[in-house]
């Protein structure tokens, strides 16, 4: 089946928006082709050839009902369609990893809680996310400024980073790789450059790369790194102990 | 020759005497004007400079982005530029071109009436958008530059800290100043409608244009006077130490995206059904049709209206808080009603005798780019799919799709209905190579966009260092840009060219409405006199009473011209 300019993606719903994708888009082609179809015919068919007066036709009843009642039918189709998909995407399943993303002005900081692991960047420091595949992976997603938009194109999903709220969602990754994200929602000047990337790897590698932040150079790392965000994200709004829930 | 043709209903006959209307002329004219004619010219001429500006800013976008590290402007200027031109283009041309300049002009010649309801309230209106434009463009002679947080001032980035500078409340200013502009011409409308129509002239013999304008109207007064309470908290917000929209002190910044776009999703309606009206009265006259399906025209108008209030939330469907089928279903369903318009455009031209002048080449160029933007537009409605378009350039090409076709839209209704209110009409070769560049442009600028948003192009991106690949879709992107510009150019060059060169004549295209009864332009109150109003097409019936609208079932041979049918009477 064409893709229709869409890619399959790299997690379980991603594939599943991608089919829905190509659903949406065999409607669209072919509502498109009998619409441009019937315009063409009508436009080469009826062309003025004299000053004759056509028919004054107005109203052909059974048509009219016709072009009612069927979209109706599709829209409904693609109503239920659009509900499976969507409470697959949203759905929060019980999981053992957390990532903790704050997205701020201009960069990423992601922190694994439990674990001493953390990775923060700014604008074409591109940070890199590191998740583990075959994995429930559960996010929690807020901004310390303005709003930004998560987005990471081989997942198929973008979410907003929003301040004073916890946005969370949980992505399972099927493929190794890196891929490439950035922020998507206007956030001032940097925005064209708030980039971060993601690696998926195996459970294995994750557990090596969390334990690679235990010995004391990694904790060092960390807290140094940790410091740094701190100071920047203090300049921000608020901090992250003064969020609270709205809306969920 | 069963039919008797109605005598002409006289209203006034005055040989010449009251014909002029005795006032100032010249530039005192303009300034002191509360015809609806002269204020309609003021806005046209102000909405099409509005269009030139917003324009310009476009090709500036677009040459920047010819190149991943584009250099032609700062990333300062560049956010300053994306709002602008999102920021003129719907708030500067296409609403009051749409409802200021248009309907101003046509709405009460359509049915029948002397003036707007209330004349120096439309005035007024005028005054407001003109000051409102220029307060908003002024942001780019401040220090800090013009408003730079994109069209949609998404707080808390649009907030004091975020966004200091005179700019963006220059911004602030401009936006409640045309917005009240709106209202006034929102309530204007509607009073002109409901009370000021012709004898005969139901609600179910009122042309499409105007039950469009209608419906409009009555958009705005809903949805306006949220957008004007979402700037004053907005602005209190910035400068009075209020917290609705900043989470320091305990307020919700999702919630200005709540007030913006009930007004937003509304105001895309607000701008499209004006066109809409415009082209199904442009492919009417030039098939020599009566609209199909003019009543379920007018019910499919209403539908939209209706839907349109409850669909805002789509446009926040990635922020996650409101992730409500309900609002999924209500975006899809506008399909069907828009759909409906579709194949009644269609049903129109079906077994006419069409005849391509520029009008109805725009209006042909309008209903492929509208099928585009609109099929597109179906795909937003589902969030799985809202998830990953949401933010980038699929849905940049989707609504430019839809935009570009309400320009198709606009210029085939001042090729229509300029000659009418100017008394001469414009040169049709410029005008046809002005559809064929806008037409080629239009789909060489949008289609790349479409490719460039699936493959992970976000938005308001100066430029995209790592993705060296999308260069190639952006300069097609930005050729069908240029090729767009061109054709505004030679819109302009055809203004110059045909200046009073092809005198109108009261009824060039054999049109069918009321306006196209009086003189080309019309007199001061516009009318000496008036047909017998018994259809949506008195002038047509005046002109062809053995061709009155068939209903469904009812056949009757093709008829040939005969010698008792004059054009004008």
């Given at each position: 089946m064409p893709r229709f300019g869409a890619s399959p993606g790299v997690t379980d719903s991603s594939k599943s928006a991608f089919h829905l994708w190509q659903g949406f888009s065999i409607a669209a082609v072919i509502i498109g082709v009998l619409t441009v179809a019937l315009m063409l015919w009508a436009v080469v068919r009826y062309?003025?050839?004299?000053d004759q007066i056509p028919e004054q036709h107005q109203y052909h009843l059974p048509l009219e009902v016709i072009y009612t009642v069927v979209p109706i039918l599709i829209v409904f189709g693609l109503f239920a369609a659009t509900l499976v998909v969507e409470n697959k995407a949203t759905a929060n399943p019980k999981t053992s990893v957390t990532i903790d993303v704050n997205a701020f002005q201009w960069g990423w900081q992601f922190l694994y809680p439990g674990t001493n692991a953390l990775v923060y960047g700014q604008t074409t420091q591109s940070p890199v996310m590191v998740m583990p595949v075959d994995t429930n992976v559960h996010f929690n997603l807020t901004s310390t400024d303005v709003m930004h938009g998560f987005y990471v194109r081989a997942f198929n999903f973008s979410r907003y980073a929003l301040p004073g709220v916890v946005n969370t969602f949980t992505i399972r990754a099927q493929n190794t790789g890196t891929y490439f994200g950035q922020c998507t929602q206007l956030c001032g000047l940097y925005h064209s450059l708030m980039f971060f990337r993601v690696k998926i790897v195996s459970a294995a590698d994750y557990a090596k790369w969390i334990a690679s932040f235990n010995n004391p150079a990694g904790i060092a790392a960390a807290a140094a790194a940790l410091k740094t965000t701190t100071a920047e994200l203090a300049s921000g709004v608020a901090s992250k102990n003064t969020y609270t829930k709205f809306g969920r | 020759m069963t039919d008797v043709l109605d005598p002409p209903v006289h209203v006034e006959h005055h040989d010449g005497g009251h014909e002029e209307h005795h006032g100032p002329t010249g530039i005192l004219n303009w300034l002191t004007s509360t015809d609806h004619k002269v204020i309609g010219l003021s806005y046209t001429v102000t909405s099409v400079i509005m269009l030139v500006i917003g324009g310009l800013f476009a090709e500036i976008i677009r040459g920047q982005l010819a190149t991943p590290n584009g250099t032609l402007v700062s990333l300062a200027q560049y956010n300053e530029l994306f709002t602008m031109h999102g920021s003129v283009m719907i708030y500067l041309f296409a609403g009051p071109f749409a409802f200021g300049a248009l309907a101003n002009i046509i709405v009460p010649i359509q049915i029948g009436a002397?003036?707007?309801?209330?004349p120096r309230l439309n005035a007024l209106s005028y005054w407001l958008y003109l000051t409102g434009s220029i307060t908003m463009l002024s942001g780019f002679f401040t220090a800090g530059g013009a408003a730079n947080f994109g069209w949609v001032g998404y707080a808390p980035l649009s907030n004091s800290l975020n966004t200091p500078g005179a700019g963006a409340d220059l911004w602030i200013g401009g936006l409640l100043l045309t917005g009240f502009s709106a209202i006034f011409t929102g309530v204007n409308l509607c009073a002109t409608i409901f009370y000021l129509r012709a004898p005969g002239m139901t609600m179910f013999r009122m042309p499409i244009f105007t039950w469009n304008m209608l419906v409009t109207a009555i958009l705005i007064l809903l949805a306006f006077p949220v957008l004007t309470a979402g700037l004053v908290m907005l602005y209190a917000d910035r400068h009075f130490g209020t917290h609705i929209f900043s989470v320091a002190g305990g307020g919700v910044p999702v919630l200005w995206q709540h007030i913006f776009w009930f007004w937003g999703h509304p105001e895309v309606y607000i701008l499209a059904l004006p066109f809409f009206g415009m082209v199904t009265e442009v492919i009417a006259v030039f098939s020599r049709k009566p609209v199909f399906g003019y009543k379920g025209m007018i019910f499919a108008t209403l539908t939209i209206a209706a839907l349109s209030l409850g669909v805002w939330a789509h446009h926040m469907f990635t922020t996650g808080v409101v992730l409500l089928p309900f609002f999924s279903i209500m975006s899809l369903l506008i399909a069907v009603p828009t759909g409906i318009k579709m194949f009644n455009w269609i049903g129109t031209m079906w077994k006419g005798q069409i005849w391509f002048s520029t009008a109805m080449l725009m209006a042909l160029g309008f209903l492929f780019t509208f099928l585009i933007g609109g099929l597109t537009g179906i795909y937003l409605a589902s969030p799985p799919l809202d998830f990953f378009t949401h933010d980038t350039y699929f849905v940049i090409a989707h609504f430019h799709s839809v935009v570009m076709a309400l320009v198709f839209g606009g210029m085939a209704g001042l090729y229509y209905w300029g000659p009418k209110f100017t008394g001469y009409l414009l040169n049709e070769k410029f005008g046809k190579m002005q559809f064929w560049l806008l037409f080629i442009g239009t789909q060489l600028f949008t289609i790349p966009l479409y490719i460039l948003g699936l493959d992970g192009m976000p938005r308001r991106m100066a430029v995209y260092p790592n993705d060296p690949q999308w260069k190639t879709l952006n300069d097609i992107s930005t050729l069908g840009a240029v090729l767009i510009g061109l054709s505004t150019v030679l819109f302009v060059i055809n203004i110059v060219v045909s200046w009073k060169k092809y005198p109108a004549g009261d009824n060039p295209w054999d049109?069918?409405?009321?306006?196209?009864?009086?003189t080309s332009p019309p007199p001061h109150h516009n009318f000496y006199r008036l047909p017998q109003i018994r259809s949506e097409r008195p002038t047509w019936d005046h002109n062809h009473p053995n061709y009155r609208s068939l209903q469904h079932g009812v056949h009757e041979g093709v008829h040939t011209l005969d010698a008792t049918e004059e054009s004008h009477v």
């Open positions: 062309r003025r050839k004299g | 002397p003036d707007m309801a209330f049109a069918q409405t009321l306006e196209w009864f009086t």
